[in-house]
């Protein structure tokens, strides 16, 4: 069992989303964080607390980038990382 991370990426889960510009079905191309720092992802997640004493990732969320295959219409969809 996975304790922490994408579900989208780990393929627990599947992006279905159509488009808003002429309503095709998007395709998912993978997290923004991949495009931005290709070893973003296998690096150690920096922790912190906050004012009451509450540990927290600061990284609960995973932004994918979704493309339409069709007329080119690009977006971003935030998936939460431990939503199953």
């Given at each position: 069992?996975?304790?922490?991370?994408?579900?989208?990426?780990?393929?627990?889960?599947?992006?279905?989303?159509?488009?808003?510009?002429?309503?095709?079905?998007?395709?998912d191309?993978?997290?923004?964080?991949?495009?931005?720092?290709?070893?973003?992802?296998?690096?150690?997640?920096?922790?912190?607390?906050?004012?009451?004493?509450?540990?927290?990732?600061?990284?609960?969320?995973?932004?994918?980038?979704?493309?339409?295959?069709?007329?080119?219409?690009?977006?971003?969809?935030?998936?939460?990382?431990?939503?199953?």
């Amino acid at each position: 069992m996975i304790d922490s991370g994408c579900p989208v990426c780990n393929g627990l889960t599947r992006l279905s989303e159509t488009c808003p510009a002429c309503g095709a079905s998007m395709e998912d191309c993978g997290s923004v964080e991949s495009y931005c720092d290709p070893y973003g992802p296998y690096e150690e997640q920096e922790t912190g607390q906050t004012a009451e004493g509450t540990a927290y990732t600061g990284d609960d969320q995973c932004i994918h980038f979704l493309q339409c295959p069709y007329c080119d219409e690009s977006t971003m969809y935030t998936v939460g990382r431990d939503s199953i």
